[in-house]
């Protein structure tokens, strides 16, 4: 099938290691973050998200942090698993606004 | 229930011909999305529906390409007189609501090669 990460930065962590993917941001009026999961051959699909009046949120396995003041953002995985493997997106989105601005995308290779 | 489609999965056209795309959204979903993904890059926005009317078309790369929704669901993406640099993955998403921000549920694409 497709690769969608043939020129990605790529991440590589043994199964069970704890996965850390960065993601820096452009636009400072953004006030809305998301991360996106993207398996080769499939759309996006929704992680997580975060409000930039938050600097932290975690759901089931997945936290994601939020430095405002250096325009950054990180998506956290514990106890990577195989299923994991995909190519991951940060996107921005100003509150109001439909539309969505993704970034560089990341490739996490997890080795079995 | 379903989620999105997008039909078809793969299209190869030779230089100058037409194509045409189309997304079928989930059931009721008020707002359509269409993004463009070139190999190794992240989705770049093309245009934005709220039910039938088009709100946003500021990601279009040319007059070649147009988007229309006429009934509020399906959507068609056409391609005029492709190019070699119109070769990409084409996405579809569609949202449920149509004020602020809301999870869009993204289609698997249609891949088009432009030879």
């Known amino acids: 099938g497709e690769s969608v990460g043939l020129h990605l930065p790529t991440l590589s962590v043994q199964e069970g290691d704890n996965s850390i993917i960065n993601c820096a941001y452009s636009?400072?009026?953004?006030?809305?973050f998301i991360w996106y999961k993207q398996e080769s051959g499939k759309g996006p699909q929704f992680i997580i998200d975060i409000r930039s009046n938050m600097d932290k949120r975690q759901g089931q396995r997945v936290t994601v942090l939020l430095n405002k003041t250096v325009k950054h953002l990180s998506l956290q995985i514990a106890a990577t698993q195989p299923g994991d493997s995909a190519v991951y997106f940060c996107a921005e989105n100003i509150q109001g606004y439909q539309k969505v601005t993704f970034g560089i995308g990341t490739k996490l290779q997890v080795i079995p | 229930g379903a989620g999105v489609s997008q039909s078809p999965r793969y299209k190869v056209a030779k230089r100058g011909q037409d194509v045409a795309l189309r997304c079928d959204p989930i059931s009721g979903h008020v707002s359509l999305f269409w993004y463009q993904q070139a190999l190794g890059q992240g989705p770049e926005f093309l245009t934005y529906?709220?039910?039938?009317?088009?709100?946003?078309k500021s990601g279009l790369p040319s007059d070649r390409f147009f988007a229309e929704r006429p009934e509020g669901s399906v959507s068609t993406l056409k391609i005029q007189r492709t190019q070699q640099e119109d070769s990409a993955v084409y996405l579809c998403a569609s949202s449920l609501e149509r004020t602020g921000y809301n999870e869009q549920f993204f289609g698997p694409g249609t891949r088009l090669t432009v030879l």
């Open positions: 529906f709220q039910n039938e009317a088009q709100l946003d």
């Open positions: 636009n400072s009026a953004s006030d809305y």
